[in-house]
């Protein structure tokens, strides 16, 4: 016997549950209920010990607080020279969640320097597609690569580097098809975009001494040279990137560059530099004549230079691809033209364009942005930066720096939390002096509560969320289910089948996340369930479906314009009030896009 107890810390109100004494034979066990209610805080720390006159024990757990609402986002990049500043006001909109206001800024020295916060968005993404595979672990060994052969001062950690490089390797073979190539999962059919960047990478991550399967490489290069021979209808762009990812792997065709050279009018300046790159690596001295060509091609002021590009000829959709196009030519001119004008301004351009404050808009443009700045890193030497730097959030003093050889270039941001932010706008204000320049990145997060932000679809993308319960019967001997729309409370045990409908125009790349109430759990296995009369949402018709802790996720690599019905279950586990954010869906390289459900409260008695 002896005295078993829990502690609550202050940011949990308690609603119902007292003290209370359980006995506890040898090896049993006992459930005891507190119903909590979290204040304003992202997470909890729970304590239990079991305490005797012999021996004692406890444990601690530390568990996140999702907010409610829609999560969203405003951000800002840039830089300034060294004796200037910068200010801009972040502004936090009515209708927010207690508590879940933050505002993020970091500070770095260097271009080199404000590439880790890009790192680290893309080694933190929580999905693992293929592209998002290879946009993790590729620019890891690319920056790895550059801040070597500078001899840059960082706090890289080389075991956890290791670690991700294989583990993202492993995913990389286990996602090849057995036909060569690689899709945006393992399921699906193969890209030849896909196959290409994956081709590519890995030859790049070879060049710098990581040990990868040449029979994986080998059995792409195939696929690819068999898809860019029979498909006639690849994008002029499109066509001089598998060229180019074939010509890094060694793979010179010679009356291909030719043809493609001929053809080169039809190209975009992103599809100009591509064809440069694999002139370059052809050994072929036309590459000089594409070069002059984006010189004369670049749009510039009297600070930035770049290139315009309205779509992505690799993923084929209408967008704003132009920090891609830019990354591509700043990596070829920085070959061809190290000395050339154009370069630090282009450069300039891409950091001051992290639409997301520390990245860019996606997963793919931030790894493309970052491979094309680590080239031009590697030919021009930035001025050796010794900076004084203050940066001030509402007049207050937040962060003072001294920045120079002697400091890291990777320092981590610095977080307020809600109590250092003001309800609607926050100044901030950047102050620098010394010589060299100052890259900075700052973003605001929080959720929404706001009417419009829930069930906010349109015709050319809505979703819709229904609760189902499963009541069992039987037919028979056998155990069978009917679906009846949820009404009302539930109780511990109860299964309840979520239908999503999707509808709306073709879309490719679509993702959905759903996010569950906290008093439920996954049924991994919803095949074992039979239902009396099957619905007809009732299939399993998507190329990957994910059970995180705290939502689903589900992928579409191409949604047909009409209706489609995804469903999934959920146990019921413990009682309480839940409420369950709204989903959403949109296209996973369109971040402007976006539906959403309303909010759902789960009562569970």
Known sequence: T?????????????????????????????????????????????????????????????????????????????????????????????????G?????????????????????????????????????????????????TLGLKTELDEVSLQEKIRAGLDRLYSFQHPDGGWGWWETDDSHPFMTAYVVAGLVQARATGTQVQDDAINKGVQWLRKDLAADSKLTADFRAYLIYALTVAGQVDPAELSAMYGRRANL??????????????????????????????????????????????MLDFETDATPEATAYVT????????????????????????????????????????????????????LMPNLAITVFVNDKAVVTRKLDQTTTINSPDFTLDESKLLAGT??????TSGTGRLYYGARAEYYSTEAHFQKSGTTSLNLLRDYFRLVPGKSGDRIVYDTVPLQGTVTPGDTIAVRLTVTGSEWKYMMIEDPIP??????????????????????????????????????????TQGQRDYFYLLKVVNPGVFEASPARVGPMYQSDVMATTESRRLEVK
């Open 100 to 148: 879940s206001r933050s505002l993020s800024i970091r500070i770095a020295p260097s271009i080199a320097g404000s590439l880790f916060g890009a790192l680290e968005y893309l080694t933190s993404f929580p999905y693992g597609c293929v592209e998002q595979t290879m946009s993790s672990f590729l620019p890891d060994i690319v920056v790895r690569d550059v801040v070597h």
């Open 268 to 313: 975009s300046p992103y599809g100009m530099a591509l064809l440069g790159l694999a002139l370059e690596n052809a050994k072929d001295a036309r590459a000089g004549e594409i070069a002059a060509a984006l010189e004369s091609s670049a749009r510039q002021d009297t600070e930035e230079a770049w290139w315009p590009a309205t779509r992505d000829p």
């Open 426 to 431: 926050n100044h901030i204000k950047v102050t």
């Open 518 to 559: 906290a008093g439920t759990e996954f049924v991994e296995k919803d095949n074992l369930y039979e239902l009396r009369n099957r619905p007809p949402w009732w299939n399993w018709y998507f190329d990957r479906r994910e059970l995180h802790d705290d939502r689903l996720a589900i992928f579409q690599t191409y949604f």
């Open 331 to 382: 990596k070829f001119l920085s070959h061809q033209k190290k000395n050339s004008p154009l370069l630090p301004k282009a450069a300039l351009w891409l950091i001051n364009h992290r639409n997301e404050g520390y990245w860019w808009s996606s997963t793919k443009q931030t790894a493309m942005v970052i491979y094309g700045l680590t080239d031009y890193l590697k030919v021009t030497n930035e």
């Open 2 to 98: 002896g005295v078993q107890t829990c502690a609550l810390p202050i940011w949990l109100e308690v609603l119902s549950g007292q003290t209370q004494d359980v006995t506890i034979p040898s090896r049993g066990e006992a459930k005891v209920d507190w119903r909590v209610k979290p204040r304003q805080t992202r997470t909890v720390k729970l304590t239990g010990k079991a305490l005797t006159d012999e021996e004692s024990d406890a444990l601690e757990i530390e568990l996140p607080v999702n907010f409610p609402g829609v999560k969203l986002s405003a951000s800002r990049g840039g830089s300034v020279a060294a004796g200037s500043g910068a200010e801009f006001d972040m502004t936090f909109p009515d209708k927010i969640e207690a």
